[in-house]
């Protein structure tokens, strides 16, 4: 199986490139650093990083973003199309992208868009359709997803460190063909719940530790999550959170719910994140 990836960046290869590679897919990048471009077309792998492991990902080439035509010929030949290149960037990247379905060489192909921004994978879509027209979205799949990855760091240095938790969940429903046998990947028809969970009890709580820490006076996340006043007011909204996500959907248990926002919290102790 091939994925073409646009976006070569900390998620692109942190989150996207080692979750498709462990999935059983070779790797294509597309991106606009030429240098980074380069880089990965001479080593054709890069190391990721985290507190637990040491790995090196293998790719099979990379392609400049402004070589439309090789950018259009990776999608046609790919099983799998993902970008990581930030919402803003989509309707870009959608060009190449139309361009390439329209010529896709494999039966079954589908499109995800890993952008904070929902839906993101229709987004894209609506955006192929736009540049193309209906024909070049007519039978590919563009399931929704969810991510979630903190991957700091420059994103041009083929050396990436990692948070050890993520979390990449895709809409099962909106899949077509065969659903890879990944341990990686999370397949759901309630994609909903899982966008709600991420919100709440990571977004929710990282943005809550930043606003306490910086009323308190700390400069990082992981120094606010060492005030204990802030910890406690965290915990508590945790909980409060959990009631009402257990409330809302029945899609995960109080306990599940709870032990993820207690993940949730120690995510935020690393100080090698900062």
């Known amino acids: 199986m091939r994925a073409t990836v646009f976006g070569a960046g900390n998620i692109g290869r942190g989150l996207v490139g080692a979750v498709l590679a462990d999935s059983g897919y070779e790797l294509t990048y597309i991106d606009v650093n030429s240098d980074l471009v380069s880089t990965l077309n001479e080593r054709r792998s890069f190391t990721l990083e985290t507190d637990e492991t040491r790995r090196s990902f293998v790719i099979d080439r990379a392609i400049d973003a402004r070589d439309d035509?090789?950018?259009?010929?990776a999608v046609a030949e790919a099983d799998l199309v993902a970008t990581a290149v930030g919402a803003p960037i989509l309707a870009v990247v959608a060009p190449a992208i139309a361009a390439g379905l329209l010529s896709r060489q494999t039966k079954d192909v589908n499109v995800i868009a890993c952008e904070n921004v929902h839906p993101n994978s229709t987004a894209l879509r609506d955006y192929v359709i736009?540049?193309?027209?209906?024909?070049?979205?007519?039978g590919v799949g563009f399931p929704n997803v969810v991510v979630d990855r903190i991957v700091p760091g420059d994103p041009g240095s083929l050396e990436l460190f990692a948070e050890s938790s993520f979390e990449f969940v895709v809409a099962k429903q909106h899949w077509v063909g065969k659903i890879p046998e990944s341990t990686a990947i999370v397949f759901t028809d309630q994609l909903e719940a899982y966008k709600l969970r991420k919100l709440w009890l990571v977004?929710?709580?990282h943005v809550l530790?930043?606003?306490?820490g910086l009323d308190r006076g700390h400069l990082f996340i992981h120094d606010a999550i060492g005030d204990e006043k802030v910890?406690?007011?965290?915990?508590?909204?945790?909980?409060a959170a959990s009631t009402a996500l257990t409330a809302k959907t029945d899609e995960f248990d109080p306990a599940d719910l709870a032990s993820y926002a207690?993940?949730?919290?120690?995510?935020?102790?690393?100080?090698r994140l900062a």
């Not at 007011?233 to 945790?238: F, K, M, N, Q």
């Not at 207690?262 to 100080?271: G, L, V, Y």
Request: without cysteine.
């Open 203 to 205: 977004n929710g709580l």
């Open 69 to 73: 035509e090789a950018a259009a010929a």
């Open 262 to 271: 207690d993940r949730s919290i120690r995510r935020f102790t690393s100080a």
């Open 231 to 239: 910890l406690e007011l965290l915990t508590s909204a945790s909980r």
């Open 209 to 212: 530790t930043a606003w306490l």
């Open 130 to 138: 736009q540049t193309a027209g209906a024909d070049a979205a007519a």
